[in-house]
């Protein structure tokens, strides 16, 4: 599960539930009649909005919402490095016997689509184009969270005046006037709390999810456009982790040079100051014996 929603969840919650305690009882803001009103309203008009196939994906989008997807930009540019060293080593076609155990969808498309032999125009255009339609779906379920958390308050406020209407028809009692009130000012809330805790932050949260998985995606294109082209896989890896925050890079990029390397350096330099004395020395015997 995603510790930020844990986290944030909790709070904000906690936060509601210890300011509510502290005036009073906590059944005086419970009214089963109110939360139908706002929830089922605001349920109810969204789906209007939107067509079957969004509303049945929505247990879906709830646990990409609560869970990590298993795309991870970071896991992603090791196994396409993975495929980049074996395609150097024993060819492009060696990435057939990988096809099996590739479980993510696109993935396996365009690895399978570059063992194909398939054009790199062609591969770029197949999966920019699925691309470009996953983010249409992806679109249509955050609209969805996105009008509910409008509607919310909307809905929240019509209970309001229902409970208002109930309340002017028993004038004639001014007791039971402070209760009603407070009854048709809990609908309100309702709607608040289920649109700013709810409905918005479940909305942001996809689409979040949504950037993840299309950055994940663009380097999966951009890694395998550089197989095709016979990139060593040092290049590979570069060009990946140009997608990531400079902490989140691989250690391989920028590595430092070895000890060896070092020591090479320090000869050649140690060479060329031997020349420069030897070059002085030249010099001042020939004006010596001029």
């Known amino acids: 599960m995603d510790i930020t929603i844990l986290v944030g969840t909790v709070i904000a919650f906690g936060t509601l539930l210890w300011g509510t305690m502290g005036t009073g009882s906590i ?35 709830l646990k990409i919402a609560f869970f990590k997807h298993k795309l991870e930009s970071e896991k992603v540019i090791e196994e ?29 498309k365009a690895v399978q689509l570059l063992v194909d032999g398939t054009a790199p125009e062609l591969i770029r255009d197949i999966l920019e184009t699925e691309i470009i339609f996953l983010e249409q779906r992806h679109n249509n379920g955050i609209k969805l969270f996105n009008v509910a958390g409008a509607l919310a ?31 048709a000012l809990v609908t309100t809330l309702y709607g608040v709390i289920l649109s700013n805790m709810v409905f918005i ?12 998985e299309i950055k994940a995606k663009e380097m999966i294109i951009e890694g395998i456009m550089s197989i095709q082209s016979g ?33 090479a350096g320090g000869g050649s330099e140690g060479a060329g100051r031997g020349a420069g004395k030897e070059e002085k020395k030249g010099k001042e015997e020939l004006k010596e014996a001029v």
């Open 80 to 108: 396409l490095v993975g495929y980049a060293e074996k395609a150097r080593r024993e060819g492009i076609l060696s990435l057939d016997k990988e096809l099996k155990n590739i479980d993510d969808a696109f993935m396996h």
């Open 231 to 263: 990139d060593n896989p040092r290049i590979v890896a570069d060009k990946l982790n140009t997608f990531l925050p400079p902490r989140s890079r691989s250690e391989k990029e920028g590595k430092p040079a070895g000890k060896g390397e070092r020591k």
């Open 27 to 61: 059944g005086q803001y419970i009214n089963v009649p109110s939360l139908i009103i706002v929830f089922g309203g605001t349920v109810g008009a969204s789906l209007m909005t939107t067509d079957m196939a969004t509303a049945k994906a929505l247990p879906h989008m």
């Open 201 to 212: 932050p479940l909305g942001e949260k996809l689409k979040a999810r949504n950037e993840e």
């Open 153 to 183: 308050p909307a809905f929240g406020f019509l209970g309001t005046l229902i409970g208002l209407i109930a309340m002017l028809v028993k004038m004639s009692d001014p007791e039971t006037l402070g209760p009603a009130m407070a009854v």
